[in-house]
């Protein structure tokens, strides 16, 4: 079983949108647990501040506990986060999105009724994504979890879309003629 933690930025006044989903096995999620303060201690020792959590929103304007680090420790941060994230096994799938582009373009599109957010938008991109990479697995029926961060608004459209999605994502992912719709995927919402 896997368990996806998805979390957005950018969906205020910027000019992109990503969700990003870290992708663990549960069979080693006591590991990700126990070495997750090791991360935020290498992240401190590399800025001289104490680090107790990763906002990318504070990290790339530079507040908070990342103000004034320079490119050299910038670069550092981001190797040793996909360094840890490598030597742990885990995944990552992503969605990226320009607004502007978003809402003059895609909104004309048929394909906008069904899905109807920006958030969903991004969302349904990483679910069609895990789906086209697990749906390879024997055995990997209903067995990602997905977990999405503090979204209680989005809950039961996402779900909805989830369970009873539209004919056109069969295409995202090769769906197989006798295969069952976003088979591998379950959602939980954070609040």
């Known amino acids: 079983m896997k368990f996806c933690y998805l979390d ?29 303060q090791e991360l935020l201690q290498i992240l401190s020792d590399i800025i001289g ?12 304007a530079d507040n908070n506990q990342w103000r004034g680090i320079d490119i050299p420790q910038r670069a550092a941060i981001i190797s040793a986060i996909f360094e840890w994230l490598q030597d742990r096994k885990h995944h990552i799938t992503y969605s990226a ?15 906008y009724k069904d899905i109807g957010s920006l958030w969903r938008f991004l969302a349904l991109h990483n679910v069609l994504s895990i ?13 990602t979890i997905l977990i999405f961060d503090n979204e209680e608004g989005e809950a039961k ?17 090769n ?9 591998d995927c379950q959602t939980s ?3």
């Not at 957005?8 to 997750?36: F, N």
């Not at 999105?97 to 394909?111: A, G, W």
């Not at 789906?131 to 067995?143: I, L, S, T, V």
Request: charged share 25%.
């Open 8 to 36: 957005e930025s950018g969906t205020g006044d910027e000019p992109y949108a990503v969700m990003v989903g870290v992708i663990v096995d549960a069979q080693r999620m006591h590991l990700t647990k126990i070495h997750w």
């Open 49 to 60: 501040r104490q680090v107790t959590e990763i906002h990318t929103r504070d990290f790339y």
């Open 97 to 111: 999105v320009d607004k502007k582009r978003f809402l003059s373009d895609f909104q004309n599109e048929h394909q």
């Open 131 to 143: 789906q086209k990479h697990y749906q390879k697995q024997e055995n990997n029926k209903g067995n």
């Open 157 to 173: 459209n996402i779900t909805s879309l989830i369970q009873n999605p539209p004919g056109w994502t069969d295409s995202c992912y």
């Open 175 to 183: 769906r197989a003629r006798k295969q069952e719709q976003l088979v």
């Open 189 to 191: 919402i954070l609040g």
